[in-house]
Nanobody, 126 residues
Framework: QVQLVESGGGLVQPGASLRLSCAAS????????MGWFRQAPGKEREFVAV????????YYGDAWKGRFTISRDNAKNTAYLQMNSLKPEDTAVYYC???????????????????WGQGTQVTVSS
């Protein structure tokens, strides 16, 4: 089993930055592929970014390329999502997810992930 706990969300103004963290426990973190998803009110959960076990391969949803950066620190068992130039449409609950696979496959579908955090709310408003 893997437990994931997100933190770092909050209320910010447009143009601001936030860094979300996802602390993992219960399994060797370096064997996990880590992803971030978001769910806006009334919408489906959607893919944001994914990072392989080593941190060397990553992939982003088109809407977040250039503004968001996914990273990880295997020594701290933590994944991150740096979000810059935030817009009101970035308002959503952000979830981290883990896949039990130390491979180069970078899944974008939520069904490919084995574990989920509880989510952290990000609100972008003036």
């Amino acid at each position: 089993q893997v437990q994931l706990v997100e933190s770092g969300g909050g209320l910010v103004q447009p143009g601001a930055s936030l860094r979300l963290s996802c602390a993992a426990s219960g399994r060797t973190f370096s064997s996990l592929t880590m992803g971030w998803f978001r769910q806006a009110p009334g919408k489906e959960r959607e893919f944001v970014a994914v990072l392989d076990w080593s941190g060397s391969r990553k992939y982003y949803g088109d809407a977040w390329k250039g503004r968001f950066t996914i990273s990880r620190d295997n020594a701290k068992n933590t994944a991150y999502l740096q979000m810059n130039s935030l817009k009101p449409e970035d308002t959503a609950v952000y979830y981290c997810a883990a896949r039990q696979s130390a491979s180069t496959f970078l899944p974008t579908g939520k069904d490919s992930y084995d574990y989920w955090g509880q989510g952290t709310q990000v609100t972008v408003s003036s």
